[in-house]
């Protein structure tokens, strides 16, 4: 079934900050529910604050609830022995999207990955966005962090959270049949992959409870491989085309297509503040150089560039127009790189209102003013050594996209 991404009325979407409050919505949610939980999720880490989200989801499988979770076979290769063990006793269900296998992400159609974070309760409760399940103070690599990483989410009710639980309950068919096909049981992977190309019965848009903001205007967009290979890209493109006062962008791996830098320049140039706020804080050798090369056109355009250096920046948002009645924002997992808008399937909620694209601009211009640097015009005036490296990483993308079969 094709989604239609059109933004529609009936919807309550609130805006989540970090980890800790992320956690503590998804907790409360998940040890409400009588039905199931669907959670989608890159990284799976059972480390501090996410062990809370876990022994939530174990509970919930205790009491009786369908509890399926699918991670992510380079973000989460594999759950501890313990876990594994202690989700096995209650009785919820887990899938390894894509494992990596012998050869592993040397065969580029392994870099096609599952970058969502999803998650549905009984149907009428849905959450998306850029929080993984992870500690906001601890990376993988880097050990304890000093400050937390700066992500957003949003809860959501209304007809979307339909839109979203049929797409995570078609991946998890898919696996489901994936599964019985690799044990060799070929009816039971027949009626899977049946199961996923079944038409689901929506959830009618919840009643708000009283005292609530009025119902906003909200849609699902998505990016996969068959259906919906550019949605989301469309989507900035048309809702920076359409801006006349602002653009500010919040966004960890950022290395832009022609297009998208073209209706960037072309915003500025008409008189439209554009502003970015990037990963300023060194995290993976390609990510934090590639997009670095593409800097000078865009602040020789008027683009502004502010790089976030208290944290990690792992943020995937952006405000279009947030004091206007045409206000556009949008909250997900998708990066603007080749890897995003590309290869991973991704989920942003756009959402069409003016109160919560001020409360996003708003949180976004105070980190531009205390926690950010701004980039200058004589960037390009840099050691060479430093140029060099920026050079490197951004051919070995260019590489990696023509490997792929991709132009950007």
Same mark, same amino acid.
């Given at each position: 079934?094709?989604?239609?991404?059109?933004?529609?009325?009936?919807?309550?979407?609130?805006?989540?900050?970090?980890?800790?409050?992320?956690?503590?919505?998804? !907790?409360?949610?998940?040890? #409400?529910?009588?039905?199931?939980?669907?959670?989608?999720?890159?990284?799976?880490?059972?480390?501090?604050? *996410?062990?809370?989200?876990?022994?939530?989801?174990?509970?919930?499988?205790?009491?009786?609830?369908? &509890?399926?979770?699918? !991670?992510?076979?380079?973000?989460?290769?594999?759950?501890?022995?313990?876990?594994?063990?202690?989700?096995? @006793?209650?009785?919820?269900?887990?899938?390894?999207?894509?494992?990596?296998?012998?050869?592993?992400?040397?065969?580029?159609? =392994?870099?096609? @990955?599952?970058?969502?974070?999803?998650? &549905? !309760?009984?149907?009428?409760?849905?959450?998306?966005?850029?929080?993984?399940?992870?500690? +906001?103070?601890?990376?993988?690599?880097?050990?304890?962090?000093? @400050?937390?990483?700066?992500?957003?989410?949003?809860?959501? #009710?209304?007809?979307?959270?339909?839109?979203?639980?049929?797409?995570?309950?078609?991946?998890?068919?898919?696996?489901?049949?994936?599964?019985?096909?690799?044990?060799?049981?070929?009816?039971?992977?027949? @009626?899977?992959?049946?199961?996923?190309?079944?038409?689901?019965?929506?959830?009618?848009?919840?009643?708000?409870? +009283?005292?609530?903001?009025?119902?906003?205007?909200?849609?699902?967009?998505?990016?996969?491989?068959?259906?919906?290979?550019?949605?989301?890209?469309?989507?900035?493109?048309?809702?920076?085309?359409? *801006?006349?006062?602002? &653009?500010?962008?919040?966004?960890?791996?950022?290395?832009?297509?022609?297009?998208?830098?073209?209706?960037?320049?072309?915003?500025?140039?008409?008189?439209?503040?554009?502003?970015?706020?990037?990963?300023? =804080?060194?995290?993976?050798?390609?990510?934090?150089?590639?997009?670095?090369?593409?800097?000078?056109?865009?602040?020789?355009?008027?683009?502004?560039?502010?790089?976030?250096?208290?944290?990690?920046?792992?943020?995937?948002?952006? &405000?279009?127009?947030?004091?206007?009645? =045409?206000?556009?924002?949008?909250?997900?997992?998708?990066?603007?790189?080749?890897?995003?808008?590309?290869?991973?399937?991704?989920?942003?909620?756009?959402?069409?209102?003016?109160?919560?694209?001020?409360?996003?601009?708003?949180?976004?211009?105070?980190?531009?003013?205390?926690?950010?640097?701004?980039?200058?015009?004589?960037?390009? #005036?840099?050691?060479?050594?430093?140029?060099?490296?920026?050079?490197?990483?951004?051919?070995?993308?260019?590489?990696?996209?023509?490997?792929?079969?991709? =132009?950007?």
């Amino acid at each position: 079934m094709r989604h239609n991404p059109s933004l529609r009325d009936g919807h309550h979407i609130r805006l989540i900050e970090g980890g800790q409050g992320y956690f503590e919505s998804l !907790v409360a949610a998940v040890d #409400q529910a009588q039905s199931h939980v669907l959670l989608e999720t890159y990284i799976f880490d059972v480390h501090g604050a *996410a062990a809370l989200v876990a022994e939530a989801l174990e509970r919930a499988a205790l009491r009786g609830v369908r &509890v399926c979770l699918v !991670v992510d076979g380079v973000g989460t290769p594999k759950l501890s022995e313990a876990w594994s063990q202690r989700f096995a @006793r209650a009785g919820l269900d887990w899938r390894v999207y894509s494992p990596l296998g012998t050869l592993g992400l040397l065969m580029p159609n =392994r870099w096609r @990955r599952l970058h969502r974070k999803l998650c &549905v !309760v009984d149907g009428h409760t849905a959450f998306c966005g850029g929080i993984n399940i992870l500690d +906001d103070w601890y990376d993988p690599h880097y050990g304890s962090l000093a @400050r937390p990483r700066l992500d957003f989410a949003v809860s959501a #009710q209304g007809e979307l959270v339909g839109h979203i639980q049929h797409s995570m309950l078609q991946l998890w068919w898919r696996l489901q049949g994936a599964m019985h096909v690799r044990e060799r049981k070929i009816p039971q992977a027949l @009626r899977s992959f049946k199961t996923a190309g079944l038409p689901l019965s929506w959830k009618q848009a919840l009643p708000l409870p +009283d005292g609530q903001p009025l119902p906003s205007r909200a849609a699902l967009l998505l990016r996969d491989n068959v259906l919906h290979r550019s949605q989301i890209e469309r989507a900035y493109l048309k809702a920076i085309g359409l *801006a006349r006062q602002e &653009v500010l962008i919040a966004n960890a791996y950022f290395l832009p297509g022609r297009r998208l830098r073209k209706a960037l320049v072309h915003a500025a140039a008409r008189g439209v503040r554009v502003r970015l706020l990037l990963q300023g =804080r060194y995290e993976y050798f390609m990510q934090y150089h590639a997009a670095r090369p593409v800097y000078g056109a865009l602040l020789a355009a008027g683009v502004e560039i502010y790089e976030y250096d208290a944290s990690f920046l792992h943020a995937k948002v952006a &405000v279009v127009d947030p004091d206007s009645d =045409r206000s556009w924002a949008t909250v997900g997992s998708s990066n603007l790189d080749p890897l995003s808008l590309l290869l991973a399937r991704e989920a942003n909620v756009v959402v069409a209102d003016r109160l919560f694209a001020q409360k996003l601009h708003q949180r976004l211009s105070q980190v531009i003013a205390t926690q950010s640097t701004p980039i200058s015009s004589s960037w390009g #005036q840099r050691q060479w050594q430093q140029r060099l490296r920026d050079r490197i990483a951004f051919g070995l993308m260019r590489l990696a996209l023509f490997l792929t079969g991709h =132009r950007y």
